[in-house]
């Protein structure tokens, strides 16, 4: 029974462990897993030259101060939502952004200073009802 019992709580705290370690946001209740680009390299490439994205997944840009921030789509081959999103987690604007066919590629401006963006798949945001004022929840690194 010792063993059992040993097994068990082995068992939740590595759950518990894994369980903390994901990276993800939630908005409107919906958990949706997050790589994060928090490097400039990473920044960089962002989700450049991916065929798709799964459903509840996506990037998340993460800046050390709130700044007016400016995409494109170059190399993009997937349409993409873009959510600019300020330092107090607000969503402030969300555009759907078609991959670049080719140059000049078109640049998506937050037009306010945020600290976040969040790029997820075209038209998650119309399916999902987000919105503009929306409150995000980020889970990880304690954000």
């Known amino acids: 029974m010792r063993i059992y019992k040993f097994i ?6 590595a759950t518990l462990f ?3 370690c994901s990276k993800y946001v ?19 490439n962002g989700l450049m030259f991916r065929e798709s994205l ?19 789509m170059k190399n ?3 349409p993409l939502d873009i959510l600019f999103i300020d330092e107090n987690k607000t969503i402030k604007k969300i555009i759907l952004a ?18 976040y963006v969040l790029e997820v798949n ?6 999902m009802d987000i919105k503009e004022g929306g409150i995000v929840l980020i889970k990880f690194l304690n954000l």
């Not at 068990?8 to 705290?13: N, P, S």
């Not at 140059?103 to 937050?110: L, V």
């Open 8 to 13: 068990v709580i082995i068992f939740i705290l």
């Open 18 to 20: 894994l369980y903390g």
């Open 26 to 44: 939630i908005i409107n209740g919906k958990k949706i897993n997050v790589e994060i680009a928090d490097t400039l390299e990473k920044r960089a």
């Open 54 to 72: 799964d459903e509840n997944s996506g990037m998340l840009f993460v800046y050390d101060n709130p700044e007016i921030r400016n995409f494109w």
């Open 76 to 78: 993009t081959l997937i």
């Open 98 to 115: 078609e991959p670049c066919k080719k140059e000049p590629c078109k640049i998506y401006s937050s037009d306010l200073p945020v600290k």
């Open 122 to 127: 075209g038209n998650y945001t119309t399916k």
